[in-house]
């Protein structure tokens, strides 16, 4: 497997915690990335963009928080967040309707997954870190191609989706009871 050729995967460490407690942090993306890009449709067509960049930020609590608050309205940290950087019509013509793609620089967005939430819901669901994490990643460049869990059956096609591409690494159903 690997990545599209236009695909530019941009990682930034705001958390040093990130390093020292998951030294394989940027093996795990890199291999998420290219499981959603060669087995989901939307990665798949990734391959019709030129140049078309995706940003990991590993960040702290306090971050996420801030970010949470200023684009969501939302006063608390959380998990993971997703920034879209292509337009709701870029995104349907490329991604959904696999439209030819022009000759141009395009953000398919960033991911931002903050190291306490993560690790202490690791911690009170009794997995491994590396588990939580890889799921996190796959959650957050899943919204990047357009699923969502707002609506019930959005969010069983999203589960449904994550779990079968988590199964790939030999990650058990996180949804599971």
């Not at 795990?28 to 939307?42: G, P, S």
């Not at 997703?82 to 793609?101: I, M, Q, T, W």
């Amino acid at each position: 497997m690997s990545l599209p050729e236009g695909l530019s995967l941009e990682v930034s460490v705001d958390c040093d915690r990130w390093v020292e407690v998951l030294p394989k942090y940027a093996e795990i993306i890199d291999k998420c990335c290219e499981l959603i890009c060669n087995t989901v449709t939307e990665g798949e067509i990734l391959n019709n963009f030129s140049h078309i960049e995706l940003s990991i930020v590993l960040c702290d609590d306090a971050f996420i928080h801030t970010l949470n608050h200023e684009y969501r309205e939302k006063d608390a940290a959380t998990n993971v967040l997703s920034f879209a950087g292509l337009s709701e019509d870029e995104h349907e013509r490329y991604l959904k309707n696999a439209e030819r793609v022009p000759e141009q620089p395009f953000l398919l967005g960033e991911v931002y997954i903050a190291f306490e939430t993560v690790k202490s819901e690791a911690e009170t669901a009794g997995i491994v870190l590396e588990d939580h994490f890889t799921h996190m990643i796959v959650h957050g460049i899943l919204h990047l191609l357009g699923y969502d869990h707002i609506k019930d059956d959005e969010a069983e096609v999203m589960e449904s989706l994550e779990t079968k591409l988590l199964t790939h690494v030999g990650i058990d159903d996180p949804y599971a009871a």
